[in-house]
């Protein structure tokens, strides 16, 4: 484990530091409170921005040895004494279940606002203390059991009908936006083009913009390599991404029988 394994995770700049320490006053005196604490106003707004993904990794490859010998590296390198690195100990049932035992020939975990519950679930960690070899195993149950949660959640969502969206063609769609519908029209996603910036040594890769994602394309249609997964098929093919966005008036949506967002058919 590296030594500086806690400047990695927590090296962050804190959230909320554009709020103002200082609450302020309401400008009509009918709407000021009666009583206050003295610390209501002068209370600090800002929170930890830790970055666990590195303490993630680290507990996944240590899969196979004993727990005794991991904790004793992570206390040697992150010091409990700390407050800010004590906030990191306190993450450490966020990927590791550490109070397991067998119960009717299956293991649970204790789970501090839960109780007890089955090690098989799909919000289970991924990772666990085997209550007998002490060994810091994977807890494959329960990532099969994910996985089988995610293919059901995507089973129901195609089998309910998109309300929100209705095809017109390969490249043409209807889609409702917050309450208000457009037509979008869809485009084949370009192969990244490289372009050098003055301001980079290395050159940049430019992609078209998504009306619908507001974000660069090259992130839509990017299979994941599972079978089934909206997000890769988001216009229902992939390779695909919404180029332009027209609001439809009052002839279209009476053309289309659509309602508008107050949920009343326009006549």
């Known amino acids: 484990m590296r030594k500086d394994m806690y400047k990695v995770i927590v090296e962050r700049p804190r959230r909320g530091g554009r709020y103002s ?10 709407d000021q409170p009666q009583h206050e604490s003295l610390k209501f106003r002068h209370r600090s707004r800002k929170w930890l921005n830790e970055n666990l993904n590195p303490l993630r990794r680290y507990l996944g490859r240590q899969a196979g040895r004993p727990w005794d010998e991991v904790y004793s590296e992570l206390c040697a390198n992150i010091d409990r004494r700390n407050t800010v690195q004590q906030h990191i100990h306190e993450h450490l049932e966020d990927f590791v279940a550490l109070r397991v035992q067998a119960l009717d020939g299956a293991l649970h975990y204790e789970r501090g606002y839960g109780g007890l519950q089955r090690l098989d679930r799909s919000w289970a960690p991924k990772l666990y203390v085997d209550p007998v070899s ?22 129901a969502r195609r089998a ?26 869809l485009a084949e996603l370009p192969r990244p083009v490289a372009v050098m910036d003055q301001h980079r040594k290395s050159p940049r890769l430019v992609m078209p913009y998504d009306v619908i ?38 002839h279209e949506l009476q053309r289309y029988g659509l309602r508008n967002h107050d949920g009343e058919r326009l006549h």
Do not use: M, T
């Open 213 to 250: 994602a507001r974000r660069p394309a090259k992130w839509i249609g990017k299979p994941c390599g599972h079978r089934g997964c909206e997000a890769c098929r988001p216009y229902g093919h992939a390779g695909l991404y919404a180029r332009s966005k027209r609001q439809l008036n009052r």
């Open 160 to 185: 309910q009908p998109e309300v929100d969206v209705r095809a017109l063609d390969e490249f043409h769609q209807l889609r409702r936006i917050d309450g208000i519908w457009y037509e979008v029209e």
């Open 21 to 30: 320490k200082e609450l302020r006053s309401p400008s009509d005196p009918e």
């Open 134 to 155: 002490g060994l810091l195993l994977i807890n494959h149950a329960g990532i099969q059991a994910r996985r089988e949660a995610k293919r059901e959640y995507a089973r």
